[in-house]
């Protein structure tokens, strides 16, 4: 990967390094990197919690998104999630059925336990058509099985 890179970036301004699974690409003026990787590791801290409704059943496969990026993931069956995030930024927390909920991102505070408020309106707005064929004989009416 290294010999990749530096024939990629042969005499252009632009300097990477590698960090664990992380390329961190950033232009050199003056012998000065910017940014910093020092600096990027500092300003993003992994977070941890947990998403589940209002009875306390796990939310599974909730959108826990920084809000304004695409930087995100999604709950898993028990409802946990881990989310690199910058320190002061806010999370959003999406699902289906439920009111969206934002959660600032708070610096020494690693772990969240977020509760969401279910949507009644969204609910409404939910139609249930079905179709299906029925005799009646005599006193006793039955279904063809027949669907359309």
């Known amino acids: 990967m290294s010999e990749i890179l530096g024939q990629l970036f042969t005499d252009q301004n632009v ?26 590791n500092q300003q993003t801290h992994k977070v941890m919690g947990s998403v589940v409704d209002p009875m306390g059943f796990p939310v599974i496969g909730a959108n ?18 881990e ?29 969240y336990a977020i509760t969401l408020a279910e949507d009644s309106q969204a609910l409404d707005e939910v139609v249930v058509v079905g179709y299906g064929v029925q005799k009646k004989t005599g006193n006793r009416s039955y279904c063809t099985g027949k669907r359309r």
Do not use: C
């Open 15 to 40: 300097k990477y390094q590698i960090n664990d699974r992380h390329i961190v690409l950033y232009k050199e003026r003056d012998g000065i990197k910017t940014p910093s990787t020092s600096s990027v």
């Open 64 to 81: 826990v998104v920084q809000k304004g990026t695409t930087n995100g993931t999604i709950t898993d069956l028990d409802g946990n999630f």
């Open 83 to 111: 989310l690199l995030i910058p320190v002061g930024a806010e999370m959003e927390i999406t699902y289906i059925g439920f009111i969206t909920q934002q959660v600032a991102v708070v610096a020494g505070k690693e772990r």
